[in-house]
């Protein structure tokens, strides 16, 4: 991975954050942390492949940007839900400690993620949509309520196009 290189060639400035007592650490040394994530998940072409992403540092994964053979993007015209696969995929993302993003992910693979998962997810980058209709991307109440009832977390950038109703983003 890329991000490993950068970290490994300026080590004085930056810590590759694999454990939440590395926040800690990298704040106490004067260093950035850097949490490495992804985007999109369909870097996962097997199951095993989280184990092996993990093993890289990988510790967060987005599962979808636009559907996958894990589940249906936001942006997609129609989202057949998280599919036996993506179920595996969440699984495994829970047995080695990776979290689980749906910022990109469709409403019914939304809900169907937070019900496979046996960990809190998160959503890290999107926002209500009953403050912003009409953007897919944004979360409906339901899965805001049912994400909250289970311990996850979600984050509501300043990202205008979210905030104002207009999805630059896709």
């Known amino acids: 991975m890329g991000w490993n ?12 954050i694999e454990k939440a007592t590395h926040f800690k650490e990298a704040k106490a040394r004067g260093k ?6 992804e985007q999109n998940s369909a870097h996962f072409r097997t199951v095993e492949d989280v184990n092996r992403f993990y093993d890289l540092g990988q510790r967060v994964s987005q599962l979808t ?3 996958n053979r894990i589940g249906g993007g936001s942006s997609d015209q129609r989202d057949c839900g998280l599919s036996k696969y993506g179920v595996q995929i969440v699984e495994r993302m829970n047995a080695v ?4 993003d749906l ?7 939304t809900m169907n993620a937070i019900e496979a998962s046996r960990k809190p997810v998160l959503v890290t980058h999107s926002n209500c949509r009953a403050l ?3 953007i897919a ?16 977390v979600m984050v509501l950038p300043w990202y205008a196009p979210l905030s104002e109703g207009r999805d630059e983003s896709r």
Do not use: N, W
């Not at 290189?5 to 930056?14: K, L, T």
């Not at 950035?32 to 994530?37: D, N, P, R, S, V």
């Not at 910022?103 to 693979?109: F, P």
């Not at 339901?142 to 311990?151: P, S, V």
């Open 5 to 16: 290189a950068f970290i490994a060639a300026h080590g004085e400035q930056f810590q590759r």
């Open 132 to 134: 912003v209709p009409g």
């Open 65 to 67: 940007y636009c559907g």
């Open 137 to 152: 991307r944004c979360k409906t109440d339901e899965a805001i309520t049912h994400m909250a009832a289970t311990g996850g």
């Open 32 to 37: 950035m942390g850097i949490l490495i994530g």
């Open 97 to 100: 400690g990776m979290a689980v």
């Open 103 to 109: 910022s990109h992910c469709g409403d019914l693979t």
